[in-house]
């Protein structure tokens, strides 16, 4: 029997709770996605290498002989992060695909500093599992980017969404982060072209 001072959790309560937790697991997402930074970067500056966002080889000849399903909308929301003395932005925030429609976004660089530098994007999703689905035929985070001192670029992203996308997902969110390849700048590559003619 329940006395009077005892209550019965009601819908809020559970709401409330499922709201906390539904937080927790979305910051602990974000906060993954971005401690992952600080070691890919240390590996691009130790190997001097880009391979950290792998070419989708198949993604156009996918493009092409998939069909467009217009019976659904999916929001792409972007996002922009930066490690660095970069502007970097997308000159949308969001659109609405249909899945298998080609799609194009365009990204703004700016090197901020009065020497080169090189950067490097990592991409990610929001939810994490669309990732699969989401084909990219052009992306500037397939090679690292050399900016000169104060130099704008743009970079377009083209992508189809694959129409195997559960439908319970009707939002992605399309995040870059993109900082500096210590390792690989103008003075650094100098460095090591001195060094490569004079060890001949």
Same mark, same amino acid.
């Given at each position: 029997m329940t006395t009077p001072q005892e209550k019965t959790p009601g819908p809020a309560s559970d &709401?409330?709770? *499922?709201?906390?937790?539904?937080?927790?697991? %979305?910051?602990l997402m974000f906060?993954? #996605?971005? +401690?992952?930074?600080?070691?890919?970067?240390?590996?691009?500056? %130790?190997?001097g290498i880009n391979f950290l966002t792998k070419i989708d080889d198949d993604?156009? $000849?996918f493009a092409k002989n998939t069909?467009? @399903? +217009?019976?659904?909308?999916?929001? %792409?929301?972007? @996002?922009? &992060?930066i490690h660095g003395p970069w502007r970097f932005r997308p000159v949308q925030t969001s659109m609405e695909v249909n899945p298998g429609e080609l799609a194009t976004i365009t990204y703004e660089i700016a090197n901020q500093q009065d020497r080169e530098?090189?950067?490097?994007? %990592?991409?990610?999703?929001?939810? *994490? =599992?669309a990732g699969q689905y989401f084909k990219k035929i052009e992306c500037f985070c397939f090679t690292q980017q050399d900016?000169?001192?104060? $130099?704008?670029?743009?970079?377009p992203v083209v992508f189809v969404v694959d129409?195997?996308?559960?439908? $319970?997902?009707?939002t992605i969110t399309l995040s870059y982060t993109f900082f500096?390849?210590? /390792?690989?700048? =103008? +003075? /650094?590559? @100098?460095?090591?072209?001195?060094? #490569?003619?004079g060890g001949v």
């Open positions: &709401n409330r709770r *499922m709201l906390g937790k539904l937080a927790v697991v %979305i910051l906060g993954f #996605g971005y +401690a992952l930074v600080p070691m890919y970067k240390a590996i691009c500056e %130790i190997t993604a156009a $000849e069909q467009v @399903d +217009a019976s659904r909308t999916i929001k %792409i929301v972007f @996002d922009a &992060n530098m090189v950067g490097q994007a %990592i991409p990610s999703y929001a939810p *994490m =599992a900016l000169k001192a104060r $130099e704008t670029r743009q970079f129409p195997k996308l559960p439908k $319970e997902v009707t500096e390849v210590a /390792g690989r700048t =103008a +003075a /650094g590559k @100098d460095a090591a072209a001195g060094a #490569g003619a």
